[in-house]
């Protein structure tokens, strides 16, 4: 463990330095790529695991309420300027207003744990003026766990380095770990963000299916009437 802060700490000295101010305002300011690297660096001792974990959750709940404060006084205007600027981006945008519309506190919880058009979500809770109270302890919630899992990809990988170091000491290697735990982060980012986008629109394509099957069950009950 000390070889691995010691190498670090002659190779990178600014991250040890600033290293719990640059967690926090990291986080706060970008969220993904920082919580990865939080873990990666609690994980092979150059920051102490609960400081750091409690840094990045701090930091991503301020984020959430950052964007919840830019809907609170813009309405919607951001979300109309960059969520609609194709027809795609349209439909997911309304998909998600109206699951928010209908499930509100559940929206905010599930934008958070699946990576998922996150800012938006936000945003659209300060438009709607939702509850401050209600904000509050799902984006708690929400935070937390999508901390966790983003936190824990940084410590796995910083586990993987921690074991080989003795064979790879040279700071290229770090980067390439580093850049590993982001890669996969961003794979898993964007398996929750499909997933979650085809959930909003799989009560469309029930609905539909639905309907065509009530219109098939009325047509042949009118056959039927229509023999008799």
Do not use: C
């Amino acid at each position: 463990m000390e070889n691995v802060l010691q190498f670090i700490q002659d190779n990178l000295p600014w991250l040890i330095e600033h290293r719990y101010l640059f967690i926090f305002l990291g986080v706060a300011l970008e969220g993904l790529n920082t919580t990865i690297l939080a873990g990666f660096l609690a994980s092979v001792g150059v920051v102490s695991l609960w400081p750091a974990f409690f840094l990045a959750l701090v930091g991503q709940i301020i984020n959430a309420f950052g964007w919840y404060t830019v809907g609170y006084f813009a309405g919607s205007k951001p979300i109309d300027k960059w969520g609609r600027k194709d027809e795609k981006s349209r439909k997911i945008i309304e998909k998600v207003e109206q699951y928010f519309k209908r499930y509100s506190g559940r929206a905010i919880f599930i934008a958070h744990i699946t990576w998922s058009l996150t800012i938006a979500t936000m945003i659209m809770a300060g438009s709607f003026k939702y509850d401050l109270k209600k904000f509050t302890l799902y984006n708690f919630f929400g935070s937390t766990v999508w901390v966790l899992m983003v936190f824990f990809v940084g410590y796995f990988f910083g586990q993987s380095y921690k074991y080989l170091f003795d064979y790879l000491k040279n700071i290229v290697i770090i980067f390439l770990f580093l850049g590993g735990a982001i890669a996969v982060g961003y794979i898993i980012k964007k398996i929750f963000r499909s997933i979650y986008v085809r959930s909003l629109f799989l009560r469309e394509h029930w609905d539909k299916f639905n309907h065509k099957m009530k219109e098939k069950i009325d047509e042949l009950f009118s056959e039927s009437d229509l023999k008799k």
